[in-house]
């Protein structure tokens, strides 16, 4: 037994079976498809295989005539999710969930990165001082580029003490 329901959205219409696709209920699934074909749809077609439990080999032509005419099929379980994998096989996947699934990615990876980075700057800021304030700032590494000629070292209490390139100790 086959049962055939047509639903017209604003969308999309739907076409949908519940029951069995085969034997003699394959004809019947077949004029149904042909009078609904003929009437101008707007927007997309959906077929709707979430109530089939079965589909024998000329059901199975029939939904690759339906989606051959521009009909997209859909179900639920895995014997159907299997057919309409047969069916539709070659077809790629749409570019708007590639990119989702790209962008998705990258932007994993850069948190993943973000937080190593923390990590390691975290690490290297811990410089723990062994005595006063002057051991202290020869514990530290500071690194004066070409172009600047002094820079300033927190001292503890006794304030800032200006730290000059090329002078000696």
Do not use: Y
């Amino acid at each position: 037994m086959l049962r055939i329901t047509v639903l017209n959205d604003a969308g999309a219409a739907t076409f949908k079976m519940e029951g069995k696709l085969a034997h003699e209920w394959v004809a019947e699934a077949e004029k149904a498809w042909a009078a609904f074909s003929n009437i101008p749809q707007e927007g997309r077609v959906v077929v709707d295989l979430c109530g089939v439990s079965f589909v024998d080999d000329t059901g199975c032509e029939l939904l690759a005539w339906m989606h051959s005419s521009g009909a997209k099929l859909v179900g639920t379980g895995p014997m159907t999710s299997a057919l309409i994998e047969e069916i539709c096989g070659g077809e790629r996947p749409p570019l708007r969930k590639w990119i989702q699934s790209a962008l998705s990615l990258f932007f994993l990876l850069l948190l993943i990165g973000s937080m190593a980075g923390n990590k390691s700057s975290s690490i290297r800021r811990q410089i723990l001082p062994s005595g006063d304030a002057p051991s202290a700032i020869e514990e530290r590494i500071v690194r004066i580029l070409p172009s600047v000629r002094s820079t300033s070292v927190l001292c503890g209490k006794s304030g800032v003490m200006p730290f000059r390139k090329g002078l000696s100790r």
